[in-house]
């Protein structure tokens, strides 16, 4: 399988009160066909901007996309027209956002919601777009369909609304599913249950799957490949194996010894460890390393000079100057 998308050197910068908020910095990443990408870090480190960079939907302004490529089946998306990237959003590429409660619309029923999308990519009539919206929903695993799509937003669970939102974003085939927090707000059994069905689909449709979440635990679930963002930039991205068997990058070891124990010998003196600090403002980020001042190693060079993303090991590329020979 041949590479899907491909991004280099993206730079999304919002204009704010406070000085220039660099969201995503200088960003590389690429996804074949048939893959599940895992995109992971804490809250504020560009996980969704990068998605909305992705379908060109940031707002402008104060938002700006300021440098870089975004190749998608070797098409450059940033250099296309409005009406190009009107034809591509929810046909080539489609996007579950996080909360499907506020991204649904409350006073359309969510067969009109589903069948706005089909009517608009697949030129189908209203019936035919209904029936349409109606395989989808059953094959999303929602009960009496038929039934659903006369329902408004309201009247469903939490996971009945992530559901409706999948069976929409994969009603035309697309290529390619960015999934932000799919299962955030979701109990674990419902989590589970969007988790298994995300990549039953990605297989039966053949869907390629970026998974956007701060949660280690879906990531090891669901995807076969993880980058980690931090301030903007992809600190670390290997395999899932690799990534939990050998993390290299402080970050990625601290977000790895924050993950809560089953035999932790809760009781004694030992207490949950977190990642000293907080991150830095993206307006005001300090000169070289941008987690020095959260990380144990820290040297003189990580405070004068930037380290770059290298392979390190195999397919597993870091972004450290413990890692780099200077």
């Known amino acids: ?68 490529n975004v190749f998608f089946n070797g098409v450059d998306l940033l250099k296309l027209d409005s009406e190009e990237m009107r034809r591509i959003r929810g046909k080539d590429i489609s996007m579950v956002f996080q909360e499907p409660m506020t991204s649904l619309n409350p006073v ?92 039953r689909l990605k297989k039966d449709i053949g869907t390629s799957v970026i998974l956007i979440t701060h949660d280690l635990g879906v990531i090891a679930e669901a995807a076969e490949h993880v980058a980690v963002m931090y301030t903007g930039q992809v600190v670390e991205y290997a395999s899932v194996e ?14 790895m010894e924050s993950i809560p124990k089953i035999d932790a010998p809760w009781g004694r003196d030992e207490h949950l460890k977190v990642i000293p600090g907080v991150v830095p403002g993206l307006h005001n980020l300090p000169r070289g390393c941008t987690f020095q001042d959260r990380c144990p190693h820290t040297m003189q060079i990580c405070r004068e000079e930037e380290p770059q993303l290298k392979e390190h090991l195999p397919m597993h590329r870091v972004h450290c100057w413990l890692y780099e020979q200077k």
Not at 111 to 116: A, N, S
Not at 244 to 255: A, E, I, K
């Open 108 to 199: 359309l029923r969510i067969g009109d919601q589903i069948t706005e999308i089909i009517k608009l990519h697949l030129a189908l009539g209203r019936k035919e777009a209904m029936d349409r919206a109606m395989e989808m929903l059953s094959l999303v695993g929602m009960p009496s369909p038929d039934a659903i799509v006369r329902n408004y937003p309201h009247q469903m669970s939490g996971g009945m609304r992530q559901r409706v939102m999948i069976a929409m974003a994969l009603c035309c085939g697309p290529r390619l599913m960015l999934a932000d927090e799919p299962t955030t707000a979701l109990d674990v059994t419902i989590q589970a249950q969007i988790l298994e069905l995300i990549g």
């Open 242 to 255: 690799n990534l939990f068997s050998t993390p290299l990058h402080p970050y990625t070891v601290g977000l």
């Open 1 to 68: 399988m041949g590479m899907l998308l491909e991004i280099k050197n993206l730079s999304t910068h919002f204009n704010t009160d406070y000085g220039v908020i660099k969201a995503v910095d200088r960003l590389d990443l690429a996804i074949d066909e048939g893959d599940t990408l895992g995109v992971v870090g804490e809250s504020g480190c560009g996980k969704t901007v990068l998605a909305l960079s992705i379908l060109r939907l940031i707002p402008s302004p104060p938002g700006k996309i300021v440098s870089g």
